[in-house]
């Protein structure tokens, strides 16, 4: 389990208003991280499977010519520790058919996409590169919310780890543990728990009152609200991403302010809370505002 970086847009448009900005995400990602960097695809029955010539082919099969598309491409193992190693790039996405409401079960979801670094992309590049990428990326996708910061990479909530980083999770508020399809099959037009930036578009940043009125909202020096268009914007929160510490008494009062902000927009997960998958708990998914 290694702490990464992520930006994860959510996205209300079916899938096939989606196939050729979904092609330049990958692409400006590929472009950022390096051509060879993701190695292994997920193929239809879970497995991981190399990346050759042939699969690149498939790859572009499965975005371009289905109604729906789902796509979960990881890096390339070059040490010993080929998990962790692998799990240190990630380009996950969910393309659903919203435009064919009949076949689908869950009348709240979205499209989404989760992409991944390894932290040493922010040391050495620095977090005005990471912040402009996630920008030019996020420009390319029609997203109703959407965020970048640190995260929990690999596996988060599998069992043999699960409770450490239950444990570190709630240490470190800022560190996000990763659930996109659970996510996108429930969020809808509600907006995830703040994060290093977030991104908002319609409804809700209409409902807040646009740029000027999100802006009036805010009063934490660090805190900036920068346009993307004429109904769009991202929120940053200090010049670089935070963990928090709440043993050292880092609370993150830009966090917890925006939060306060957006509670009324703020997603809770579907169904009972399940005390195993600590993600699916009010405490979790309130730990800015409790």
């Known amino acids: 389990m290694n702490d990464g ?6 996205m209300p448009h079916a899938h096939n208003a989606l196939k050729p900005r979904i092609q330049r995400a990958l692409d400006l990602y590929r472009e950022a991280i390096g051509k060879d960097a993701l190695g292994y695809y997920g193929d239809l029955d879970g497995q991981w499977q190399t990346l050759d010539t042939k699969s690149w082919q498939l790859i572009q099969h499965w975005l371009h010519a289905g109604d729906g598309s789902r796509l979960h ?17 990630n380009f996950h996405y969910v393309g659903y058919a919203l435009d064919r409401p009949e076949d689908l079960y869950w009348p709240n979801a979205v499209s989404a996409l989760r ?43 599998a069992s043999v780890v699960r409770e450490e980083v239950k444990a570190l999770s709630f ?12 996510v996108a099959r429930d969020l809808g037009t509600r907006v995830r728990a703040p994060a290093w930036m977030n991104f908002l578009g319609p409804p809700v940043l209409h409902e807040l009152g646009g740029v000027e009125g999100l802006r009036s909202r805010l009063h934490s020096p660090d805190t900036t609200v920068q346009a993307l268009g004429p109904d769009r914007a991202v929120v940053t929160l200090g010049p670089w991403p935070e963990a928090g510490d709440t043993e050292q008494g880092e609370t993150l009062p830009a966090y917890r302010e925006l ?8 997603y809770e997960g579907p169904g ?19």
Do not use: K
């Open 259 to 266: 939060a306060r902000v957006l509670e009324p927009w703020l």
């Open 115 to 157: 992409l991944t670094f390894p932290t040493e992309f922010l040391e050495a590049q620095g977090p005005e590169r990471f912040r402009a990428l996630a920008i030019e990326i996020a420009g390319v996708l029609p997203f109703g919310s959407g965020q970048a910061g640190l995260t929990f990479n690999g596996e988060p909530l």
């Open 5 to 10: 970086l992520q930006l994860c847009l959510f």
């Open 272 to 290: 009972p809370e399940d005390p195993h998958f600590f993600t699916m708990t009010r405490r979790w998914q309130r730990r800015f505002l409790d």
């Open 73 to 89: 491409l990881i890096g390339a193992a070059t040490t010993s520790d080929a998990y962790s190693e692998s799990h240190r790039y």
């Open 171 to 182: 240490r470190h508020p800022a560190m996000d543990v990763p659930s996109l399809d659970d």
